[in-house]
């Protein structure tokens, strides 16, 4: 789990797959509590589709960095 660049930090892959867990589940309990209409469901719908993209993206990254550091040493 640790970074292939710096074992004593958290890996971006991992960071990734925890932030667009948590921005899913938090997107989903923000709906069911608040009453919304469409407007505003398309806004967090939104929102939420840019945020878990960054989030994968970071994943990937991650660890792709990952691959690429394991076969440079």
Same mark, same amino acid.
């Given at each position: 789990?640790?970074?292939? &660049?710096?074992?004593?930090?958290?890996?971006?892959? +991992?960071? #990734?797959? *925890?932030? !667009?867990?948590? +921005?899913?589940?938090?997107?989903?309990?923000?709906?069911?509590?608040?009453?919304?209409?469409?407007? !505003? #469901?398309? /806004?967090?719908? =939104?929102?939420?589709?840019?945020? =878990? &993209? /960054?989030?994968? #993206?970071?994943?990937?990254?991650? *660890? /792709?960095?990952? +691959?690429?550091?394991?076969?440079?040493?």
């Amino acid at each position: 789990m640790g970074s292939s &660049v710096d074992p004593q930090k958290l890996s971006l892959t +991992i960071k #990734g797959i *925890l932030g !667009t867990v948590v +921005i899913l589940l938090g997107f989903l309990g923000y709906q069911n509590i608040f009453d919304v209409d469409e407007l !505003t #469901g398309a /806004i967090i719908s =939104v929102v939420e589709a840019v945020l =878990v &993209v /960054i989030s994968t #993206g970071t994943a990937l990254y991650g *660890l /792709i960095r990952k +691959i690429i550091n394991k076969f440079k040493k």
